[in-house]
């Protein structure tokens, strides 16, 4: 008998293509597409309907049968409302992590089990070792598509069970397989937006549901030099749209965020890029995907960022902490973000920064 597999179908060419070349392998193949958000508001920026009927199309083409589970509760509870107390808390989150964590992997492969898949596999662009031998996660080919970032957060009991089909395709190999195999979404534009939310004005979304109130920005001195509309509508290393140039005394250079003070709800800025500048981090919610990590490896601290020497010390009552200390200094290191570890091409695991020095 082939071997079942439940393909998560976005709607996406990276997933359809992902079902193609499974069926071609001689895998028996299902589908899942899985609505997360529940604010269809009619507006340009609710895809989930077109998206579906993308989804639909391809499995059609293929002859494979199409699931579809709303998971929209569980994203809120253990995504959404851990994105919103984090800018709350004046840092600055990643929901595309957590989603993986929670929902494509940890939920997709609850329901594929209730289905009867013992396997699942998802459009990433990240490879894996063959099933049978001790689980390695490795980047993508297409070093500007790799997505194993975005993977080092997910249990490595559930990545053991899934596979990724295009990750050793480039991008545009995977485009050229879907029009030879006559998926219309063969050109769709990739997804950029909040993962399952979608493509919005940021500002006005996130002003929807966390309180932004005004306070002073401020240089490192103290000194007021404006008014931010809520630190939540800004980032550490951000340059436009402050509003403070011009200042009478001051160089005529740009000015970036430093940090936040949320205790006194001021946003700190700086001439001096300098100040951006970060030799070590701390992390914390460590996941280990091959085993935990002490000693020299490389580092990214935010998505498609080169790989940065470093060395990694664990510490804690059982290594659930890690002091991370860099070959050289990191440029707006973002406490909520996430830091990934590499030895070469594979992904060790990482962790959540907590803070930056």
């Known amino acids: 008998m082939a071997q079942a597999v439940m393909v998560g179908m976005s709607g996406g060419v990276d997933s359809a293509v992902s079902a193609l070349l499974l069926q071609e392998r001689g895998f028996d193949v299902a589908g899942l597409f899985m609505k997360n958000w529940e604010e269809d508001d009619g507006t340009e920026y609710c895809t989930a309907e077109a998206d579906y009927a993308d989804a639909a199309a391809v499995c059609d083409r293929l002859g494979i049968e199409l699931h579809a589970a709303n998971f929209a509760a569980e994203y809120w509870d ?6 919103l107390a984090d800018y709350r808390s004046g840092r600055t989150p990643n929901p595309d992590v957590l989603c993986n964590r929670e929902i494509k992997f940890k939920l997709f492969l609850d329901y594929a089990e209730l289905l009867g898949f013992e396997t699942i596999a998802t459009g990433h662009y990240a490879r894996r070792s063959p099933p049978g031998e001790p689980f390695r996660l490795f980047k993508g080919t297409d070093q500007s598509k790799d997505q194993s970032y975005f993977l080092q957060a997910v249990a490595k009991e559930q990545l053991e069970r899934c596979l990724f089909p295009v990750g050793h395709l480039e991008k545009r190999t995977v485009r050229e397989l879907a029009c030879r195999a006559g998926f219309d979404i063969h050109d769709k534009k990739d997804s950029t937006g909040i993962c399952f939310i979608g493509e919005r004005r940021f500002a006005d979304f996130l002003g929807r549901y966390v309180r932004c109130t005004r306070g002073p920005i401020t240089d490192t001195a103290g000194a007021v030099l404006g008014e931010h509309r809520g630190l939540a509508f800004h980032t550490l290393g951000q340059r436009q749209g402050l509003g403070v140039g011009g200042q009478r005394g001051r160089a005529e250079k740009p000015w970036y965020v430093a940090r936040k003070d949320a205790a006194n ?4 800025v700086t001439q001096d890029e300098s100040d951006l500048a970060a030799g070590t981090l701390e992390a914390s919610e460590l996941n280990w995907i091959r085993a935990p990590w002490q000693g020299r490896c490389t580092a990214k601290t935010r998505y498609r960022q080169p790989d940065q020497a470093c060395t990694v010390t664990l510490h804690g009552e059982r290594g659930e902490r890690a002091h991370v200390a860099f070959a050289q200094p990191q440029r707006a290191v973002t406490p909520g973000q996430y830091v990934a570890f590499y030895d070469g ?9 907590e803070a930056a020095h």
Not at 78 to 83: C, D, G
Not at 265 to 268: G, H, R, Y
Not at 345 to 353: K, S
């Open 265 to 268: 709800n001021a946003l700190v």
């Open 345 to 353: 091409d594979e992904c060790l695991g990482g962790g959540r920064i």
């Open 78 to 83: 253990n995504v959404f409302e851990a994105f």
